[in-house]
């Protein structure tokens, strides 16, 4: 059983950073296209940022130039730096994970074979 599991998540006030991360076991993420997607109260999912495993990166428009998505394969975590909070980034994060790579992009990572429980990251003005 795969399990991916959050942490990092908190309370911040706008312009200030986070870094969340993403702890896998019985998977190599190295083998794995990875991404962050988000769900704020009463809106659909969004995809947030993924990653090849050649590294290779993708983000919203919302998110660039802020947000950095990278990994570690040697530990199996995946981060995402967040810099410049903004309250409209107010969500649940969740991680997430599939073998498939043609389905490595952010229309997809929403949807993803694998995903975790979630970290709240909460933006006040």
Known sequence: QVHLVESGGGSVQAGGSLRISCAASRITYSDFCMGWFRQA???????????????????????????????????????????????????????AADA???????????????EGQGTQVAVSS
């Not at 999912?45 to 428009?61: F, M, P």
Request: glycine share 8%; hydrophobic share 30%.
């Open 100 to 114: 498939r790579y043609f389905l490595c992009n952010l229309y997809n990572v929403i949807s993803f074979g694998y």
């Open 41 to 95: 109260p009463g809106k659909e999912r969004e995809g947030v940022a993924t990653i090849r495993n050649d590294g290779g990166t993708s983000y919203a428009e919302s998110v660039k130039g802020r947000f950095t998505i990278s990994k570690d394969n040697a530990k199996n975590t995946l981060y995402l730096q967040m810099n410049s909070l903004e309250p409209e980034d107010t969500a649940m994060y969740y991680c």
